[in-house]
């Protein structure tokens, strides 16, 4: 069965979009670790769109950002990936219950509002790239 490449684009954008939303959300009811947790997997979700869009194929079932960021076809330099290994743990840590105590412990208000707005950041970054290189809208 042929992908149906807007289609699949749509989604993971709206995906992305709504994981944002959360974020927000749970940044402002101080969910330290859950915001974080769901900063990754707005990340993931926009580059999982423009690995789609990119490749013509399904996004990978994986939650690593670099190698999404590595299949996305949007330029990055070697900084940009090791950050996003950086961040890779957010998704790690919120998942399990012995790592989520030991994280929620780390996500003091300044550390969690730090990474949120970079978070943010490459957020936007990712979805402005991704529209210049692969106009869905």
């Not at 013509?56 to 070697?78: N, R, V, W």
């Not at 998704?91 to 996500?107: A, H, I, P, Q």
């Not at 509002?113 to 402005?128: A, G, N, P, T, V």
């Amino acid at each position: 069965m042929p992908v149906q490449v807007k289609k699949l684009v749509d989604y993971w954008y709206r995906e992305a979009g709504y994981s944002f939303d959360v974020t927000k959300a749970l940044l402002d009811k101080k969910k330290n670790a859950e915001c974080l947790f769901f900063g990754h997997l707005m990340v993931e979700k926009i580059l999982k769109a423009w690995v789609v869009a990119h490749t013509k194929e399904h996004a990978p079932p994986i939650h690593d950002l670099p190698k999404l960021m590595k299949k996305s076809g949007i330029p990055y330099t070697k900084e940009f990936i090791s950050e996003l290994e950086f961040y890779n743990q957010f998704y790690l840590t919120g998942r399990y219950d012995e790592d989520k105590m030991n994280f929620r412990k780390t996500c003091t208000d300044s550390f969690t509002k730090k990474h949120f707005d970079r978070l943010k950041e490459i957020y936007i970054w990712l979805k402005k790239e991704g529209e210049q290189l692969y106009p869905q809208k």
